[in-house]
């Protein structure tokens, strides 16, 4: 008895795996992948540039704490 039970859920199994790989959910899915592609990579280019602009925000702020550190060294002493 077990061998029969055994040998019919290897036959379930293997037909449940026979159409899991015929099965096709998506006919397109190369095209669809190549328009995903496309837009990870507007996304990538959007980032790219919004790094460019903090780098460019934090370098100018280094530059003005430095003019003001500057400027308070050149300041004669109180008295």
Known sequence: ????????NK??????LAAVTL???????????????GGIRTEIEIL???QTAQGRQAREADAYRLLRFSVTLLRPPRP
């Not at 036959?11 to 449940?16: M, Y």
């Not at 099965?23 to 592609?37: I, R, T, V, Y």
């Open 1 to 8: 008895m077990h061998k029969e039970e055994f040998a019919m």
């Open 23 to 37: 099965w096709d959910p998506q006919p397109g899915f190369g095209q669809a992948a190549s328009e995903n592609l």
């Open 11 to 16: 036959i379930v199994a293997l037909g449940a």
């Open 48 to 50: 790219k540039e919004g």
